[in-house]
């Protein structure tokens, strides 16, 4: 596999996104038909996405905890629109221990009914709220079409399940939620996306609101990398979970919501990478900075590695994830590719000319060429290489937001939207009507992303039927 | 339940174990029967737990990955004593999206087979070796009688699974791990534990040597604490995992597997709990300290609530988990009560006196009392804090380490022995028969726990059969 040239994004994105993922032993699949390996490069990736988020959720006082993945086959059929949604995805346990289970068990899609179920337990006076609780953890769905990260049967995800007194405190957590994913897409991924309001035929099954987060990809398709809920009280009713108010009164809590999941590093491929590969954003990725070191002897050799290993304590030393490849048996070229292939933002290169001046050289990932490359002294090299991880972080965002804007346009009519569909998003009016937003898809395959956060103001035409419409929306084609 | 009192260890063990799991609020039941709700301050000891192991394994080299919960029924099959050891316990998905699956999967009760399944396709060369992964997950197990973390359906877990050129590297890599567990459990948990080899019968099923760890709890019963096996190459010819060694010539791997499970958390209860409840070791608390504040009025509130808070941001900044216990409507003395059940090492008490005179009260949870207080100047508390910390923790271990001393046996002839299993371990000579390791359990109901690896030398008869015996071992009734 390493001989055949990864195929370009223009000749074939999907083909080019699969080979990637492979090849830079991100994911592999595994004998279970849709389900995948997350190899230890790629669960590096997740691990440091996990850290970024976690520090965020517990920053805002919530806490981790862990619900069973066996649930009662009746729990999810207590919540009517969550039986339909979730129905047709189950994987069922029907036999344990040798024997037929008097009621089958499912594996859990999602655990909004099991922790329903102990909320309702735990939670009596006013005084238990909020309840703030997260989990880390994977879940089954049976889905038919399967891709690595973007769609597998059982995915690694965090899914937070909160429980409030008010409407407005849980509307107030969920849209919390929201900022905390942009922060967290934006910040540490140099994702740029777009927080927004679902329409009602893409709201999860039992939320009265969904909220996402929609990035565009480079094949200008969005995918959805993040979602809040809020769950209004329709699980508190089918679970009762209830609360005595402070004048006694039993009232019914509000509960939200919000996961985000591995179908997320799909997304940072498909953001970040090149003809060349895999670009990583230097906050998350595994490797910061590789070292690979040059010589053509023995004599050079000892020299070289020497140098290189004092580089390395001092890097890894100032907190820098770093890398020294001392592999034997293979070129400094195909060393070059292999990192390259596996998005390491910097390279570090040093040979015995390196050595007597004191000096390396800088390879930026997402700038190959000569453009990307620069002698530093070794000196003060890992300020020199903090900075520079820095300004590639930086660099990648305002890339990546260059480029939605360059295929994202603001359509003043129906000729104008089915051509920005074909290559990116479409910002619209759109009159809210779920027959519009069908028509649209049957006759574009743009589906109604989000109704974004942020709106310019004002009021216009819907794209689709012409109908008054006051807000503008996202459309596109999706993963 | 909080009013009614926690039973005393003398007179209900098990109650007094259960009652704590509850009442600290660590774990819960499930709907499912035999699984359970690990809740928040349960999840928060098991990150502690978490981190201060995989910090330990990447020391080592080791990395972590993720694979699926799913694995083919045939899987099972392919190691002869494998599936014999885990088939009673499957749990068994027969069905998926609506469909009946054409061969059933089996949730992991262990993941040997679909590693292995992996490793036999990434592993080429010689080039390739060691491997040296580690995953946390859950694994389901079809238990009949089940008790909240010493024995669920479904428990929390890592599995280390390694592979190897040769015999010596994998009996290194085992021997490493069990070092690694026994260092983990004295120095985070203090508990003392007694690494050692396991006799053929309560071997691994698949595995040509297992290891274990083997703790004391408060009951004088033995609790296997972790283990490490030397799986031979009895998987790697299962799944062929081969290598291309330096002549060319295919060989078989050797490989390893070792897991330290949620079971631990119920040594920590079970090996420093008291009459009052949970007492946790410093270096795994969630909270190390907890702040409570005394008052009568509100003026007596608004000074010391503050001189509270600053407390606590010095002890924070101080890289302490320290909880301030600002809740209202409860008493001091029932805050004291309830993180004396929780087991916080150390109590922080501060009232208006304390407040003028600049000081604090700190109460020992290890010792409790007038003998465990003692007053301390506010100005430098973090560090007075630390040492108290570290000297708590010294003492849990010693007074645990003290507790063993005295509830060992080395036992002369077969009525002492009898006499010691009744209230803790005997060490004895044993010739290493499982005909008289199976006497002995019928008789006693006290197995053989492990073969020390550190042994006084000389020789010796064996305590039930007379036969000459090289080594003695450890024999306990157990969990």
Chains 1, 2 share one sequence.
Request: with cysteine; charged share 25%; aromatic share 10%.
């Amino acid at each position: 596999m390493p001989e055949m040239k990864l195929p370009t994004r223009a000749e074939d994105f999907a083909e080019w996104y699969n080979q990637i993922v492979l090849r830079a032993e991100l994911a592999d699949y595994a004998p279970v038909r849709g389900c995948m390996i997350v190899r230890p490069y790629g669960w590096n990736l997740w691990e440091n996405i996990t850290e970024a988020l976690d520090r965020r959720f517990k920053r805002t006082g919530h806490v981790n905890a862990a619900f069973p993945m066996l649930i009662p086959r009746s729990f999810i059929e207590k919540e009517k629109s969550h039986v339909a949604g979730f129905s047709p995805e189950l994987a069922v346990v029907t036999h344990g221990g040798g024997e037929e289970l008097e009621e089958p068990l499912v594996i859990r899609p999602t655990s909004e009914t099991i922790i329903g179920h102990a909320y309702a337990k735990w939670i009596q006076s006013y005084r238990d709220l909020p309840v703030l609780i997260n989990q880390w953890n994977s879940v089954v769905r049976w889905e038919l079409r399967t891709r690595l990260f973007l769609r597998t049967l059982e995915f690694y995800w965090q899914e937070g399940h909160t429980a409030h007194a008010t409407r407005e405190e849980a509307e107030a957590e969920t849209r919390q939620m929201l900022d905390i994913y942009t922060d967290f897409a934006v910040t540490e991924a140099a994702i740029p996306v777009i927080p927004g309001r679902k329409s009602a035929s893409e709201r999860f099954a039992g939320a009265d609101e969904t909220y996402s987060i929609e990035a565009m990809m480079g094949d200008g398709k969005a995918l959805q990398a993040g979602t809040s809920h809020h769950l209004g009280q329709n699980f508190a009713k089918a679970f009762e979970i209830c609360y005595l108010d402070r004048s006694g009164v039993l009232q019914h809590c509000w509960t939200t919501s919000w996961g985000l999941s591995t179908r997320f590093i799909g997304a940072v491929i498909m953001t970040h990478g090149d003809d060349q590969g895999l670009i990583l954003p230097p906050r998350l990725a595994p490797f910061q900075a590789v070292i690979t070191p040059i010589f053509k002897d023995d004599q050079e050799k000892a020299g070289v590695l020497a140098a290189a290993e004092k580089l390395l304590a001092a890097l890894v030393d100032a907190g820098l994830r770093v890398k020294l490849d001392a592999r034997e048996g293979v070129s400094p070229g195909f060393k070059f590719n292999d990192w390259e292939m596996r998005g390491v933002p910097l390279r570090i290169e040093i040979g015995p000319k390196d050595v007597t001046k004191e000096s390396v050289v800088l390879a930026r990932r997402d700038r190959l060429g000569k453009e990307g490359k620069q002698f530093a002294p070794q000196a003060g090299l890992a300020a020199t290489v903090t900075k520079l991880l820095e300004e590639i972080q930086r660099s990648l965002l305002s890339r990546a937001l260059e480029f939605r804007k360059s295929n994202t346009v603001e359509t003043s009519d129906y000729e104008e939207f089915k051509s920005a569909v074909e290559k990116g998003f479409a910002l619209s009016w759109w009159c809210g009507d779920s027959g519009c937003e069908e028509k649209i898809k049957e006759e574009t395959k743009a589906t109604m992303r989000c109704i974004p956060i942020e709106q310019a103001g004002g009021s216009g035409k819907c794209v689709y039927c012409g109908r008054p419409a006051g807000e503008k929306s996202i459309f596109a084609r999706a993963y």
